[in-house]
T-cell receptor
Framework: AQSVTQLGSHVSVSEGALVLLRCNYS??????LFWYVQYPNQGLQLLLK??????LVKGINGFEAEFKKSETSFHLTKPSAHMSDAAEYFC????????????FGTGTRLQVTL | EADIYQTPRYLVIGTGKKITLECSQT?????MYWYQQDPGMELHLIHY???????EKGDLSSESTVSRIRTEHFPLTLESARPSHTSQYLC?????????????FGPGTRLTVT
């Protein structure tokens, strides 16, 4: 069965510092991977996705993630955190033949301090 | 731009009442989903639909029911609300055949049962 593990339920960074949110998946077939962001009292917004092709994917708001098959990882990074990045971030995975059902990680709350 | 709507956004209701949470999308997507999300917690799939007249239960058991009579509409009903149903409910949709597998989310309904 597919699964996603997000290491660190809370991450705190200073404004301007590097953001690194970790996501590992388990799968026996090629995955499709997603990062979503959720602001308070809102739904989820897609940040970026990996389906096929280039393993380094760029998303909105300056975020990017790299698919590393050998490490079964899809970590999310941003070179310089902004206060507006404070939110909950979810990693998700799906595979072909699953009716596009996503399996979500438990989420990481990003706090950005001055 | 994804267009998926949920009403009401917030609902406080007494135990035993029947409620329907509305979800509509204007994108013509064939697949739709309902997730339950407790505060600070991961999302759990409770229902999904492949298309009109198709509904399936998700990974998390739920006392709610859904219907899909029209492509754009996927309401969720609780016949008799209980405090244990207090949660946030998120609706999503996706499109078959694009190969992207991404889901578009509505803003959510925060339900409180007193």
């Amino acid at each position: 069965a597919q699964s996603v593990t997000q290491l660190g339920s809370h991450v705190s960074v200073s404004e301007g510092a590097l953001v690194l949110l970790r996501c590992n998946y388990s799968s026996s077939v090629p995955p499709y991977l997603f990062w979503y962001v959720q602001y308070p009292n809102q739904g989820l917004q897609l940040l970026l996705k990996y389906t096929t092709g280039a393993t380094l994917v760029k998303g909105i708001n300056g975020f990017e993630a790299e698919f590393k098959k050998s490490e079964t990882s899809f970590h999310l990074t941003k070179p310089s955190a902004h206060m507006s990045d404070a939110a909950e971030y979810f990693c998700a995975v799906t595979f072909t033949g699953t009716a596009s059902k996503l399996t979500f990680g438990t989420g990481t709350r990003l706090q950005v301090t001055l | 731009e994804a267009d998926i709507y949920q009403t009401p956004r917030y609902l406080v209701i007494g135990t035993g009442k029947k409620i329907t949470l509305e979800c509509s999308q204007t994108m013509g997507h064939d697949k739709m989903y309902w997730y339950q999300q407790d505060p600070g917690m991961e999302l759990h799939l409770i229902h999904y639909s492949y298309g009109v007249n198709s509904t399936e239960k998700g990974d998390l058991s739920s006392e709610s029911t859904v219907s899909r009579i029209r492509t754009e509409h996927f309401p969720l009903t609780l016949e008799s609300a209980r405090p244990s149903h207090t949660s946030q409910y998120l609706c999503a949709s996706s499109e078959t055949g694009t190969g992207s597998y991404e889901q578009y989310f509505g803003p959510g309904t925060r339900l409180t049962v007193t």
